[in-house]
């Protein structure tokens, strides 16, 4: 996959690294033991306690992960994948891999941003990923991340608090 632009934009600070966010575990990160997924170990797992949360999204938690690796010739397609299964497998929650400066509370899944988010899980749902900027452009793939979105504020709705499995 190397050339390829998403491949490229997720290098652009050195290594390769998948960003991904997850609303409803908590605000406690998991442990680097936790990315050891799909046969592969990243070379460094950077979690981010996202402060200044919107009242509804508080009580469920936010934390982003930059997940790096030092060989930028990896294809993390799978690996993207089983990320997204892990963060939404112990909780109701919904999570989604992103592009590097895409982030902002008024935009949590949003159509604007849809073409810039490679991959969403919601709990008890199988993740998608996309790999083809073609593909995150595409009209299947906004209703897919708009599908995200719904889980999203369903989540939100509710009472407020994880529900540990």
């Keep these: 996959m190397k050339g390829s632009s998403i491949h490229e934009a997720l290098c652009w600070r050195g290594p390769l690294s998948v960003n991904v966010f997850v609303v409803g575990a ?8 936790a990315f050891r997924l799909a ?14 949360q919107p009242e509804a ?18 294809d993390l397609r799978a690996y993207t994948r089983a990320v997204l299964l892990r963060l ?10 992103a592009f590097e400066g895409t982030f902002h509370y008024d935009e949590l899944l ?12 919601a709990s008890r749902a199988e993740p998608a990923v996309a790999w083809d900027t ?6 299947e793939w906004r209703r897919g991340v708009a599908e995200a979105r719904a889980a999203l504020d369903a989540l939100l709705a509710g009472p407020g608090t994880p529900d540990r499995r």
């Design 57 to 74: 999204v508080r009580p469920l938690g936010l934390v982003s992960y930059d997940i790096d690796f030092d060989d930028t010739s990896l």
């Design 110 to 121: 949003g159509d604007r941003v849809a073409d810039q988010i490679y991959g969403h899980c």
């Design 39 to 52: 046969g592969l170990v990243p070379d460094a797992v950077l979690p981010y306690p996202l402060q200044e």
């Design 88 to 97: 939404c497998a112990d909780t109701r929650s919904v999570a989604w891999a």
């Design 26 to 33: 908590g605000d406690t990160p998991l442990p680097d033991e």
């Design 134 to 139: 073609e593909v995150l452009r595409g009209e």
